[in-house]
């Protein structure tokens, strides 16, 4: 069964960096699009990232331009965000989303792992 | 960016229910319109794709149509396992946005 395992979360101070992982496994990882989604304290679904199978292109949601980097390791089967300059509007649990096909939903999720940016 | 917004926030049921959801589009001309389904402190499930797909598991009391701008997501007969906060989201562009979100509470 397709799984996708969260990990990296944890508590940052404002200003601070840190890296989620997503490892993937059952499928194979090179072939799709993947994202991160987040989702703040009892708020919404907000896209973050997604990057293309082979890593070439990449887009952002306009309030982490600048700021996080989603990358990936095909002979890993790994996914990653590196996120700098953290404020507190970046506190969410994270997740990992599966993109089907190149122009997908989002068919499988991580458990997700919560990222609190608090002093 | 593409805007969705859904209505209403919250909707109370009762099981049995015939529910439906809206999900309102800022620009028209796609159908990459999927609908998810979240319980708490769990991560969202894929409920239906392309506007009207059901996704693989997925009981057939759940039914997604639209176009356009305006697309809607139906519950036929609301059972219990179905309270839970539902979300629209676009991927016609390569930035894919949500829906606020749309809590289904009981009655």
């Known amino acids: 069964e397709v799984q996708l395992v969260e990990s990296g979360g944890g508590l940052v101070q404002p200003g601070g960096s840190l890296r989620l992982s997503c490892a993937a496994s059952?499928?194979?990882?090179?072939?799709?699009?993947m994202s991160w989604v987040r989702q703040a304290p009892g708020k919404g679904l907000e896209w973050v990232a997604n990057?293309?199978?082979?890593?070439?292109?990449?887009y952002y949601v306009d309030s982490v331009k600048g700021r996080f980097t989603i990358s990936r390791d095909n002979a890993k089967n790994l996914l990653y965000l590196q996120m700098n300059s953290l404020g507190a509007e970046d506190t969410a649990v994270y997740y990992c989303?599966?993109?089907?096909?190149?122009?997908?939903?989002?068919?499988?999720w991580g458990q997700g792992t919560l990222v609190t940016v608090s002093s | 960016d593409i805007q969705m917004t859904q209505s209403p926030s919250t909707l109370s049921a009762s099981v049995g229910d015939r529910v439906t959801i809206t999900c309102r589009a800022s620009?028209?001309?796609?159908?990459?319109l999927a609908w998810y389904q979240q319980k708490p402190g769990k991560a969202p499930k894929l409920l239906i794709y392309?506007?009207?797909n059901l996704e693989s598991g997925v009981p057939s009391r759940f039914s997604g149509s639209g176009s356009g701008t305006e697309f809607t997501l139906t519950i036929s007969s609301l059972q219990p396992d179905d309270f839970a906060t539902y979300y629209c989201?676009?991927?016609?562009?390569?930035?894919?946005?949500f829906g606020q979100g749309t809590k289904v509470e009981i009655k």
């Open positions: 989303a599966r993109g089907r096909g190149t122009k997908g939903a989002f068919d499988y």
């Open positions: 059952e499928f194979t990882f090179s072939s799709h699009w």
């Open positions: 990057i293309k199978q082979d890593g070439s292109d990449k």
């Open positions: 620009q028209s001309g796609s159908s990459w």
């Open positions: 392309k506007t009207s």
């Open positions: 989201q676009q991927y016609n562009t390569y930035s894919p946005t």
